[in-house]
């Protein structure tokens, strides 16, 4: 997980409330303010020579971050830090080096490009107060932005009710737009694009904050690659949200519901010989997968040969994380 600090020495209490206020992990302040920071929010108050800062303008300044950062001290990376370097720190063979790496930034471009860095960039930014006007977008864009996800049009191969079973509705703290849901399957080698609830109906407020994701035994592909059952998810657990353009974002549970409801099985393939998967779903109008267009389609209204978007991936999981095994699941 990346954490996110904001700056402000010398102290300025509004740079502070805005820094909180846009969801910042931590505060560093002169030791005198630490007190009065922490008395804000519930935040990582510290003081700012708890991560002292070094500039890197040698070779000698790499190998000293290095040593530093193995030795336990939380160690900054002045603005002006260069990409060679931070990839050699980040590549480091000791991970109390490689895990720990925290630069300095001032704007969402030089976020990005830290957050970058070897396809999974250091663990900690240090804004600076240059930051303030991006400061919202840049905590949106690093704390909640996921690697993307493909995704691939899979066509129906049976639909059936099959009675009665323990489905789980995942309610987030977020409001999801139409395109976006949770990737739920019987298998975590295969998902299906599991709509959120954005939808009116005639009978049924819409619901954008839910996703009534399937039932209890399925997997779900959380963060950081990694699985959970449904059954096993909790308030205050953050999920993957995908959009149908393969984006993600992350998400906050508010509530779990787990009732028992009709259920309906829902099978697919990827082609005439690729991968296929399953699915068991609610058996009601207001449960949709999503369509190659990236429209929601209701599971009652599909019938063999339609299509819909799926993610296939290898299989083998082990408490969630990948594993390299031979597995088959149905």
Wanted: net charge negative.
């Amino acid at each position: 997980m990346r954490h996110l600090y904001f700056r402000s020495v010398p102290f300025a209490k509004e740079e502070v409330t805005l820094a909180l206020e846009s969801g910042v992990d931590g505060v560093l302040v002169d030791e005198d303010h630490v007190a009065s920071v922490a008395a804000l929010a519930l935040c990582d108050a510290r003081a700012d020579s708890s991560m002292p800062v070094i500039r890197l303008t040698s070779k000698a300044d790499e190998e000293e971050c290095a040593r530093r950062l193995a030795a336990g001290e939380d160690v900054v990376l002045a603005r002006g830090w260069e990409i060679i370097p931070v990839e050699n720190l980040l590549a480091h063979p000791d991970a109390r080096v490689s895990g720990r790496v925290a630069v300095e930034a001032a704007s969402l471009a030089e976020a990005r490009l830290a957050a970058g860095i070897l396809e999974r960039g250091v663990s900690t930014l240090v804004l600076t107060p240059e930051a303030l006007p991006e400061l919202k977008a840049i905590v949106a864009e690093l704390k909640t932005t996921q690697a993307p996800l493909s995704l691939s049009p899979a066509r129906i191969t049976a639909v059936r009710p099959v009675g009665l079973g323990h489905r789980v509705c995942v309610d987030t703290l977020s409001v999801l737009r139409r395109g976006q849901g949770m990737l739920a399957g019987n298998s975590s080698a295969f998902t299906f694009l599991v709509h959120a609830e954005t939808e009116h109906n005639e009978y049924v407020a819409a619901r954008p904050f839910r996703v009534n994701a399937g039932g209890v035994h399925a997997y779900a592909l959380m963060p950081g690659d990694r699985t959970r059952y449904l059954e096993e998810l909790r308030s205050g657990d953050e999920v993957l949200v995908v959009g149908a353009d393969g984006s993600t974002c992350l998400a906050v549970i508010g509530r779990v519901k787990v009732e028992v409801r009709p259920m309906l099985y829902v099978e697919a393939r990827l082609g005439a010989d690729g991968e296929s998967g399953g699915i068991f779903l609610q058996n009601a109008e207001t449960i949709r997968l999503v369509r190659p267009d990236g429209s929601p389609v209701s599971v009652v209204e599909l019938k063999p040969g339609d299509e819909v978007l799926c993610h296939a991936d290898a299989a083998g999981r082990h408490f969630g994380m990948r594993v390299a095994e031979a597995i088959q699941e149905q």
